[in-house]
């Protein structure tokens, strides 16, 4: 197993990478808690897995609670929040009671959010089933829901108590779920470590078929460098969480303006890198070779990705929304070097357009 330790102060946590060894979350999360009570958000698609995590808890001395959804982006809006706040208080949660999460990264942001500010505040345990939501979003603290104007317009930082990664679970992930995860892991690779980049390009194969020693690496080696950026910067003040989010400007506009749900997170974050290499290339920050190498490794991971047919009048006014644009400038996270990235605030909206234009028309 290996432990990743996210250092920060008196909401330090541990993130478990395990494989095959669901019975050990009872006793990695029965310390965390002098809490009776865990309550376990999921989704009908990994409902077997919820289950028997529910029993492990119960049989960890947990009285366990269980509120299975619809799957689907669509979860991540206030109607759900609200369904689940009834249901925590029918149930009298208190607020030692334990919010599990058990599920993608839908789950994992919609149960945050709720353990956010439920009581003023649950302990949060996260249990991602999804490749996307192992290597990024059960880390860090960042949950919220989404808005019709804008993705994640609406959260808070709330860190879990700790997070149990066990890779078994991606054995019943959809193919198409498990590529959407790996851009994630290019954008770590692109912006925090050349040798994790080099890995992906020389392992794509066996990580597509979810080669449990390759899965392991580029999972734990994805927490080291996520837990690492948070520890500088746990709630986006400094400007250095923001290369986190590298490609995210672009996939959440085409995110909110496709529709959610229309493209899975990963696949508009891999059509987002793809629009922030050529951004970057065109500014002269990276040689067309590292701009080629992004877009023929997420070819060789099934991510070669374009927008599709929508207003670019449309994208450029969710852009405005971002939370990282300031009194209405965009800016975007752009690598100068592989493993090497940083936060531009002097990209032009013609710049930007022409970039979705290409994209649109399939220029170059």
């Known amino acids: 197993m290996y432990c990743i330790r996210v250092n920060l102060g008196d909401r330090s946590y541990d993130i478990a990478v395990t494989n095959n060894d669901v019975v050990g979350v009872?006793?990695?999360?029965?310390?965390?808690?002098?809490?009776?009570?865990?309550?376990?958000?999921?989704?009908?698609?990994?409902?077997?897995?919820?289950?028997?995590?529910?029993?492990?808890?119960?049989?960890?001395?947990?009285?366990?609670?269980?509120?299975?959804?619809?799957?689907?982006?669509?979860?991540?809006?206030?109607?759900?929040?609200?369904?689940l706040y009834d249901c925590l208080a029918d149930w009298n949660a208190d607020r030692k009671t334990l919010i599990v999460a058990v599920g993608g990264g839908v789950i994992g942001d919609l149960a945050g959010?709720?353990?956010?500010?439920?009581?003023?505040?649950?302990?949060?345990?996260?249990?991602?089933?999804?490749?996307?939501?192992?290597?990024?979003?059960?880390v860090g603290g960042k949950v919220g829901i989404n808005h019709p104007k804008a993705?994640?317009?609406?959260?808070?930082?709330?860190q879990p108590i700790g997070v149990w990664i066990d890779i078994a679970f991606l054995a019943t992930l959809p193919d198409r779920e498990f590529r959407s995860g790996l851009a994630e892991v290019v954008k770590y690779g692109v912006c925090l470590d050349a040798d994790l980049f080099a890995f992906l390009e020389a392992n794509?194969?066996?990580?597509?078929?979810?080669?449990?020693?390759?899965?392991q690496h580029i999972i734990a080696r994805?927490?080291?460098?996520k837990a690492a950026i948070v520890e500088q910067d746990e709630r986006e003040e400094t400007g250095l969480r923001a290369v986190l989010n590298y490609g995210h400007?672009?996939?959440?506009?085409?995110?909110?303006?496709?529709?959610?749900?229309?493209?899975?997170?990963?696949?508009?974050?891999?059509?987002g890198i793809i629009c922030a290499?050529?951004?970057?290339?065109?500014?002269?920050?990276?040689?067309?070779?590292?701009?080629?190498?992004?877009?023929?490794?997420?070819?060789?991971?099934?991510l070669l990705l374009r927008p599709l047919d929508w207003n670019v009048d449309e994208l450029l006014a969710s852009m405005r929304r971002d939370k990282k644009a300031l009194a209405g400038r965009l800016r975007f996270v752009l690598p100068y070097r592989l493993g090497a990235a940083g936060l531009v605030d002097d990209v032009s909206e013609a710049e930007v357009r022409v970039i979705l234009q290409e994209g649109l028309t399939g220029g170059s």
């Open 222 to 225: 994805s927490c080291e460098l």
């Open 113 to 138: 959010f709720v353990a956010a500010n439920y009581n003023r505040g649950l302990p949060l345990f996260m249990v991602p089933t999804t490749l996307l939501a192992m290597v990024d979003s059960s």
């Open 26 to 83: 009872g006793a990695f999360a029965r310390p965390l808690t002098p809490g009776k009570k865990a309550f376990v958000v999921t989704d009908e698609h990994v409902k077997p897995h919820a289950e028997r995590v529910a029993q492990v808890l119960n049989s960890a001395g947990f009285e366990v609670g269980q509120q299975v959804l619809p799957s689907g982006e669509v979860q991540k809006c206030l109607t759900t929040a609200s369904s």
């Open 277 to 302: 290499a050529r951004l970057a290339e065109k500014r002269g920050l990276i040689s067309g070779d590292i701009a080629r190498r992004q877009l023929r490794l997420l070819d060789q991971l099934g």
């Open 249 to 271: 400007t672009f996939g959440h506009a085409f995110e909110t303006v496709g529709g959610y749900g229309a493209w899975l997170h990963g696949e508009a974050v891999a059509a």
């Open 151 to 158: 993705k994640n317009l609406i959260g808070a930082f709330h």
């Open 204 to 215: 794509a194969q066996n990580v597509l078929r979810r080669e449990p020693g390759s899965l």
